[in-house]
């Protein structure tokens, strides 16, 4: 009990600290542009440097959700049938960019051309980006990262192998657990909670897979394999076809959104955003407002948070859908409750989607033009 409460008080040590030095680059920078102190050079800079803090905090909160959930048993899977290679591909082409910043290089190797699995690919996902983002931390510059993917009989194996730091001997048992950091010093080189790994060992246990680590110690590098069940899955491999999905238009112009929030500066920032793409923009506080200004006119698309005064967002969405005039408006979800339970709510309640904040505009306005098409046929 001593040792799991000294491992706790170092994890919120730690939290504060993750919490607070993003915060704090970007407090400074914010002041410096506030304050039109930046060249045009300086202020791309400064822009980048929040961008990415805001990814940073963004990844941390959902880690910490993640864990809240794993320990009050609230993580249900959503299984579908999907191209594991093409997964793999994927996660690799988003952080490729990443890798090369630091001068890594990352290569895949996989014995078939194609495999249908069925698990639940976000979840899939979220394990093999959290192996590749742990292999690029602790990858020194000009180093490798190999991912492999290997169909065998009954197994299908997944390994993220790098020629990093590595990991002690003495660590590797613990390499998995809650609240554990091979450094929690005050002076350690990499940042982060340490729960990544925990995340992993548990979803992946929950496709009935195993996850292992090796390393021959620091400075060897690390591999970690992930080992899933076909059996039952319904994986088989694909040969005589891929499958390919169309990237749709992302162009939103001259489409009348309804934008329900009743933060002003979340409304306002989304309302900028859209109407430099050409969207036409009706603003509303509240789900009561909103109703009021579709009595008014019918906008092409809705986009409304979900916790707001007077009226929230599934109460407004009911609404919406119960009336004959309305219930065909396409309306998407932009919350901050972002769990697998609370997206099923939403949807069952009546959106069409349901996208977590912080927003990824690209995604938003892929999003957008696919509920408009769908809502057309």
């Known amino acids: 009990a001593v040792s799991a409460n000294k491992a706790k008080d170092e994890f919120l040590a730690v939290l504060s600290h993750e919490l607070r030095t993003p915060l704090n680059a970007m407090y400074g920078w914010v002041r410096m542009l506030s304050g039109g102190q930046l060249d045009e050079k300086a202020t791309k800079r400064a822009i980048e440097v929040i961008e990415r803090n805001i990814q940073l905090q963004t990844k941390l909160i959902e880690d910490i959700l993640d864990v809240s959930r794993i320990i009050s048993g609230k993580i249900k899977l959503e299984p579908r049938n999907f191209d594991f290679v093409a997964l793999i591909n994927s996660i690799v082409e988003s952080n490729r960019p990443t890798a090369l910043m630091k001068g890594i290089e990352i290569e895949t190797h996989f014995n078939v051309e194609t495999l249908q699995y069925h698990g639940d690919s976000e979840r899939l996902q979220q394990v093999l980006i959290n192996l590749l983002n742990n292999a690029v931390k602790f990858t020194p510059g000009n180093g490798k990262i190999t991912i492999a993917l290997e169909k065998k009989s009954d197994v299908v194996e997944v390994s993220v192998i790098d020629n990093g730091i590595g990991i002690k001997a003495a660590f590797l048992p613990q390499v998995f657990d809650r609240f554990k950091q091979a450094d929690g010093t005050t002076t350690r080189k990499h940042g982060g909670l340490g729960l990544g790994l925990a995340i992993v060992k548990y979803l992946t246990e929950l496709h009935d897979g195993t996850v292992s680590a090796h390393s021959d110690g620091e400075n060897q590098g690390a591999a970690f394999k992930i080992i899933?069940?076909?059996?039952?899955?319904?994986?088989?491999?694909?040969?005589?076809?891929?499958?390919?999905?169309?990237?749709?238009?992302?162009?939103?112009?001259?489409?009348?959104?309804?934008?329900?929030?009743?933060?002003?500066?979340?409304?306002?920032?989304?309302?900028?955003?859209?109407?430099?793409?050409?969207?036409?923009?009706?603003?509303?506080?509240?789900?009561?407002?909103?109703?009021?200004?579709?009595?008014?006119?019918?906008?092409?698309?809705?986009?409304?948070?979900?916790?707001?005064?007077?009226?929230?967002?599934?109460?407004?969405?009911?609404?919406?859908?119960?009336?004959?005039?309305?219930?065909?408006?396409?309306?998407?979800?932009?919350?901050?409750?972002?769990?697998?339970?609370?997206?099923?709510?939403?949807?069952?309640?009546?959106?069409?989607?349901?996208?977590?904040?912080?927003?990824?505009?690209?995604?938003?306005?892929?999003?957008?033009?696919?509920?408009?098409?769908?809502?057309?046929?």
């Open 228 to 377: 899933l069940p076909t059996e039952n899955k319904i994986a088989r491999e694909i040969t005589d076809f891929a499958i390919h999905i169309s990237n749709p238009s992302l162009q939103i112009q001259n489409i009348r959104v309804l934008l329900v929030e009743d933060d002003v500066d979340a409304r306002e920032m989304l309302r900028v955003v859209l109407e430099a793409e050409g969207a036409v923009i009706l603003n509303a506080n509240t789900g009561l407002e909103a109703l009021k200004k579709l009595n008014e006119e019918t906008p092409d698309i809705i986009l409304s948070d979900i916790g707001m005064p007077e009226m929230d967002g599934l109460d407004f969405i009911k609404s919406v859908r119960l009336d004959k005039q309305l219930k065909k408006i396409p309306a998407i979800a932009l919350t901050a409750y972002a769990s697998v339970e609370d997206r099923k709510r939403i949807l069952e309640t009546g959106f069409d989607d349901c996208l977590a904040k912080p927003v990824d505009f690209e995604k938003l306005k892929n999003t957008m033009n696919r509920v408009i098409r769908k809502s057309k046929v």
